[in-house]
């Protein structure tokens, strides 16, 4: 689907385009055309790759989508797999931005996302001191806007791990906290394995040798790659903290089973000492005076009766009961 087709002029809002005429504005001066789809057919993307001459190994990247996050060089132009992050309902939901970038046009694709970028084509307009740099100015606001989205997420799985946390010493809570800490890990990986290759490709946008498309705007780019580089190690302490987590809730289930077979223990020696007892007194041999004393059946019982009290008050001293 279509969502707009806009030509820019030194940094103003020239006209919406039918894509038929396209072309008429390709070569204008200073002059790039901005396109906006969302979950495009086959057809619309080859019309696309008509007007704008775009490789078709791209083209195929963003016609079958759940492509690692990249960026790519096709002669002068460049294409870019960026992953959109949602939560939704506490579960990431994961999109992909495709973007094509040349000097006079700026293609952008989006896929299995809700959250449009609206928001940016109208900063950008807000800006026309900074669109004047053509369409890398474009390229920039819509990968920066995708890197912005990640903090909040980030700061959810963050506040999840704190909840988690504050639960682990709290008894009987230990198999809910293991399922919600390894919940919690693979939605941190999804997340993961949204920056670490975008930060990777994005390194090669600024100082070196960089894209000619985007020579003026490299400290733009650096400063995506350090929030990138932010959330990257955020990520990586979250999983630190995690795998943490993981072994001090171990520790307390080993804690609690060992508890339980003090317990246990306890108990057994106590009734084993009045088992032994019983059974002396049980056996039937003729010459044991106690059994024709006329006090012996109380005093036996008051005998197992005070050792039994007596080892479980040890127990209980030594906090084994």
């Not at 012996?296 to 127990?315: D, H, K, M, V």
Request: with cysteine.
């Amino acid at each position: 689907m279509l969502i707009n087709c806009v030509a820019y002029q030194d940094g103003k809002r020239l006209a919406d385009v039918p894509v038929p005429q396209i072309g008429e504005f390709l070569h204008h001066p200073d002059c790039f055309v901005w396109v906006a789809l969302k979950d495009p057919d086959q057809d619309e993307l080859k019309q696309m790759q008509t007007q704008f001459s775009l490789h078709e190994l791209a083209v195929e990247d963003a016609l079958h989508g759940n492509q690692r996050p990249k960026i790519e060089e096709y002669g002068d132009s460049l294409f870019a797999v960026v992953h959109t992050i949602e939560m939704l309902d506490g579960a990431l939901h994961v999109g992909e931005l495709d973007i094509f970038v040349e000097e006079d046009y700026v293609v952008s694709v989006r896929s299995r996302s809700e959250h449009g970028f609206l928001g940016v084509r109208a900063r950008c307009e807000r800006e026309p001191h900074l669109l004047k740099q053509g369409s890398a100015f474009v390229f920039y606001a819509l990968m920066d806007a995708v890197v912005d989205r990640y903090f909040p997420v980030l700061e959810e799985l963050e506040a999840e791990l704190e909840t988690v946390e504050e639960n682990i010493f709290i008894k009987g809570s230990e198999r809910a906290n293991i399922e919600r800490l390894y919940q919690l890990k693979r939605q941190v990986t999804v997340l993961k394995h949204a920056v670490t290759p975008l930060m990777e490709a994005v390194s090669k946008l600024y100082g070196g040798r960089v894209p000619h498309i985007c020579m003026n705007t490299q400290e733009y780019f650096r400063d995506v790659y350090d929030h990138l580089y932010r959330i990257n190690t955020s990520i990586d302490n979250i999983r630190d903290t995690i795998g943490t987590a993981i072994q001090v809730n171990l520790s307390m289930v080993t804690i609690e089973e060992s508890e339980v077979n003090k317990r246990l223990a306890a108990w057994a020696a106590i009734f084993a000492v009045a088992t032994a007892f019983v059974g002396i007194w049980g056996m039937n041999f003729e010459v044991m005076p106690e059994l024709k004393w006329k006090y012996g059946y109380p005093a036996a019982i008051c005998f197992i009766a005070a050792l039994c009290g007596y080892l479980y008050w040890r127990f209980r001293r030594s906090g084994w009961l």
